[in-house]
Antibody
Framework: EVQLLESGGALVQPGESLRLSCAAS????????MSWVRQAPGKGLEWVSA????????WYADSVKGRFTISRDNSRNTLYLQMNSLRVEDTAVYYC?????????????????WGQGTLVTVSS | DVVMTQTPLSLSVTPGQPASISCKSS???????????LFWYRQKPGQSPQLLIY???NRFSGVPDRFGGSGSGTDFTLKISRVEAEDVGVYYC????????FGGGTKVEIK
C-alpha cells in the first residue's frame, strides 16, 4: 500500500525558513518522480515543485523559484522541500504526491497518490 | 503557462442522476508521445485529492465505472453516469504537458 506522510509544517513569520519532509513507503521510491502541491485555505490546488526519481532534475513554479528547493534522499525514502524567504501568500497545506508512471531521470507529469498534507502558516 | 478552465463552478445533483464537468485548456494537451496529459481528481471534504482519470479517458485503479473521461486536444469532460452520495466533493482537472496546472475546481453537492 502506497503511503506518503508529510511533516514539518508550522507557524512562521514572513522571511523565515522551513523544511518539509515526506516519508514514502509501499513502492520503489527511487523509481518515481515526486511533486509538492499546495492548497491555500479554502482555495484550489497549486503545483509547487517536482523532482525526478534520481533527484537529478528539478522543476519549480514561478511563484517559488529561487526561494524553494526540492530534494530527496532515496536511501531514506524521503522527499524534502526547503522553503526560504517565506511570504504570507505561501500559507497553505502542502501535499507530496507520487508520479503515476516510473521515471528515474525525468517526470511523467501526472500524480496518483497524495499524502494527507502538512499546514504551513506564514504570519506576523 | 497552460491555463485550465473548468465549468460549472458548482453542481447540485439528485442521486442516481448523471453529472458532467467541462475542462478546457489554453493549449493542446496532446504530446508528441501520443499521450494526452489530462487528469481528473476528486477531493472529498477534509481529504487529500484522489486520482480518478488519467490521460483523459483511463480510469485509475479502483475507480468505479460510473466515472468516465472523454475529450481531446483542448476540450475535456468528466461524466458521472449515476451520482451517489459519496461523490460529493470538489473535482479538479489538471494538465501535465507543461509543468502542472489545475483547473479552478467544480463543487459537486447532492440534492
Amino acid at each position: 500500500e502506497v503511503q506518503l506522510l508529510e511533516s514539518g509544517g508550522a507557524l512562521v513569520q514572513p522571511g523565515e525558513s522551513l523544511r518539509l519532509s515526506c516519508a514514502a513507503s509501499g513502492f520503489v521510491f527511487s523509481n518515481y518522480a515526486m511533486s509538492w502541491v499546495r492548497q491555500a485555505p479554502g482555495k484550489g490546488l497549486e503545483w509547487v515543485s517536482a523532482t525526478s526519481g534520481s533527484g537529478g532534475r528539478t522543476w519549480y513554479a514561478d511563484s517559488v523559484k529561487g526561494r524553494f528547493t526540492i530534494s530527496r534522499d532515496n536511501s531514506r525514502n524521503t522527499l524534502y522541500l526547503q522553503m526560504n524567504s517565506l511570504r504570507v501568500e505561501d500559507t497553505a497545506v502542502y501535499y507530496c504526491a507520487k508520479d503515476l508512471i516510473p521515471q528515474i531521470t525525468s517526470w511523467y507529469g501526472g500524480v496518483d497518490y497524495w499524502g494527507q498534507g502538512t499546514l504551513v502558516t506564514v504570519s506576523s | 503557462d497552460v491555463v485550465m478552465t473548468q465549468t460549472p463552478l458548482s453542481l447540485s445533483v439528485t442521486p442516481g442522476q448523471p453529472a458532467s464537468i467541462s475542462c478546457k485548456s489554453s493549449q493542446s494537451l496532446l504530446h508528441s508521445d501520443g499521450k494526452t496529459y489530462l487528469f481528473w481528481y476528486r477531493q472529498k471534504p477534509g481529504q487529500s485529492p484522489q486520482l480518478l482519470i488519467y490521460e483523459a479517458s483511463n480510469r485509475f485503479s479502483g475507480v468505479p465505472d460510473r466515472f468516465g473521461g472523454s475529450g481531446s486536444g483542448t476540450d475535456f469532460t468528466l461524466k458521472i453516469s449515476r451520482v451517489e452520495a459519496e461523490d460529493v466533493g470538489v473535482y479538479y482537472c489538471m494538465q501535465g504537458i507543461n509543468l502542472l496546472t489545475f483547473g479552478g475546481g467544480t463543487k459537486v453537492e447532492i440534492k
